[in-house]
């Protein structure tokens, strides 16, 4: 079975400049979510899709962040414009249902430098 | 916001002896879950204890949980070289709708 996905891996921009993040979930899973890891911290939820519909976007800093999974399958984030703080490693992860008995599985990152 | 706060922030051993890490939080939880994250790896879930349970294991791994302290351990028993990663704790509150809030993390180095 193979895992979740992001592209790029690695990506470097300046400030003020926008930036796009891919993921595509394993397949069937329903639910799809987008967290920041910022250097020597815990992932912090982004956003949180059930197929194509926003669950939880609490914390999504929606002046300069956006995210859409417009057929319920993969997803893109994207930050408009960057600030030196959004640099972190962006994660997705993906699980079959909504609810936190259901184990997530993360894809390796996007790690975002803005200089 | 942060939940958790685990103890130690980083923590050095020998091959074959026995790692243990601390996580304190805040608020009242449905669940605990434990991560390992390798460097330049995504987050693998490791192991899940309900909050009306009190110890659950798993191969190498035991965890423990007390809620009326707000505490969970994490045990890793004979360690390898490849158990070097960090170790986060996450909390899921129904309340807060069911989302992971983790901790900061234990960086674990298991020197051959």
């Known amino acids: 079975e193979a895992g979740v996905a992001q592209s790029p891996r690695y990506k470097i921009i300046e400030k003020r400049q926008s930036v796009a993040f891919w993921c595509n979930p394993i397949?069937?899973?329903?639910?799809l979510y987008w967290y920041q890891q910022i250097l020597g911290q815990g992932p912090k939820l982004l956003i949180q899709?059930?197929?194509?519909?926003?669950?939880?976007d609490s914390q999504l800093p929606k002046d300069r962040f956006s995210a859409e999974r417009l057929k319920g399958v993969d997803s893109t984030l994207k930050i408009q414009p960057a600030k030196l703080e959004d640099s972190a490693v962006y994660l997705c992860?993906?699980?079959?249902?909504?609810?936190?008995?259901?184990?997530?599985?993360f894809g390796p990152g996007t790690r975002l430098t803005v200089t | 916001s942060q939940q958790g706060e685990e103890d130690p922030q980083a923590l050095s051993i020998q091959e074959g002896e026995n790692a243990t890490m601390n996580c304190s939080y805040k608020?009242?939880?449905?669940?605990l879950q434990w991560y390992r994250q390798n460097s330049g790896r995504g987050l693998v879930h490791l192991i899940l204890i309900r909050s009306n349970e009190r110890e659950k294991h798993s191969g190498r791994l035991r965890v423990t949980l007390d809620t009326s302290k707000k505490s969970s351990s994490l045990l890793i028993t004979a360690s390898r070289a490849a158990d070097t990663a960090s170790y986060f704790c996450a909390t899921v509150d129904y309340n807060q709708g069911g989302k992971l809030i983790f901790g900061q993390g234990t960086e674990l180095s298991v020197k051959p």
């Open positions: 992860a993906s699980s079959l249902e909504y609810g936190s008995s259901y184990e997530q599985y």
């Open positions: 899709f059930q197929n194509n519909g926003v669950v939880d």
């Open positions: 397949s069937g899973h329903a639910t």
């Open positions: 608020t009242s939880i449905n669940n």
